[in-house]
């Protein structure tokens, strides 16, 4: 079993930058396959990213897409989700996810998943 944990989250004016950071524990993240999900008040969660094992692969969302970059580090068992050109309707919480058997889309592929860590965009 991996344990997931997000960091990095905060308050940024429209416009500005975060880089988030999903550190695992428990097993050696290179395993899985990692998700970034984000969920806003109200709404459904929503796909943001996601890498393989070896971050050969990746996947955006088409809202994020060219504004927001995932990746990984496997020797610090670490992915990061860069998020570049904020806009308010990014705020949300944002999740990481892991999955020991695709990358993709769907929430319900994946096994495990952390606390979340809370993006606000001021306009």
């Known amino acids: 079993q991996v344990q997931l944990v997000e960091s990095g989250g905060g308050l940024v004016q429209a416009g500005g930058s975060l880089r988030l950071s999903c550190a695992a524990s428990?097993?050696?993240?290179?395993?899985?396959?990692v998700g970034w999900f984000r969920q806003a008040p109200g709404k459904e969660r929503e796909f943001v990213a996601a890498i393989n094992w070896s971050g050969g692969i990746t996947y955006y969302g088409t809202s994020v897409k060219g504004r927001f970059t995932i990746s990984r580090d496997n020797a610090k068992n670490t992915v990061y989700l860069q998020m570049n050109s904020l806009r308010p309707e990014d705020t949300a919480v944002y999740y990481c996810?892991?999955?020991?058997?695709?990358?993709?889309?769907?929430?319900?592929?994946?096994?495990?998943w952390g606390e979340g860590t809370q993006v606000t965009v001021s306009s």
């Open positions: 428990g097993r050696t993240l290179s395993s899985y396959a």
């Open positions: 996810a892991a999955s020991a058997l695709r990358v993709g889309a769907r929430a319900r592929d994946y096994d495990y």
